[in-house]
């Protein structure tokens, strides 16, 4: 499989995955944490990925979700928030579809 096919199918299932995270997992996150908890969140994640994209290639995805996972779980940890890394990884996957397909988190 060439690279270009690779990358055409990685991206369909980033695009479907990001769908599902916004409309199943989002809600049920926002279900077991404040409006103003989410809120702030939602915000602090929505920035750490645009620093991401500004920081760091699209080549190297690996190092923007480290920076984007490390910088959340240090602001959840001073804002008081409890999070777990799979609730991050949720709202990551859901700021990066947005940004990249024009989207809301939303729930």
């Known amino acids: 499989m060439n690279t270009q096919t690779f990358m055409t199918i ?9 769908a599902l995270v916004s409309a199943y997992l989002i ?7 404040s ?3 989410m809120e702030t969140i939602v915000f ?3 920035f750490a990925v645009r620093c991401a994209d500004q920081l760091f290639t699209p080549e ?6 480290q920076y984007v996972l ?8 001073k804002i008081g928030i409890k999070l777990s890394e799979e609730d991050i990884n949720v709202l990551i996957e859901a700021a ?12």
């Open 96 to 107: 990066v579809n947005e940004i990249h397909h024009g989207g809301e988190i939303n729930g």
């Open 35 to 37: 409006a103003k908890d």
């Open 44 to 46: 602090w994640v929505r």
């Open 70 to 77: 490390g910088y959340i779980i240090d602001m959840a940890a």
């Open 60 to 65: 190297q995805w690996e190092q923007k979700k």
């Open 27 to 33: 809600p049920w996150i926002k279900n077991n944490i």
């Open 10 to 18: 990685a991206l369909a299932i980033i695009s479907i995955a990001g």
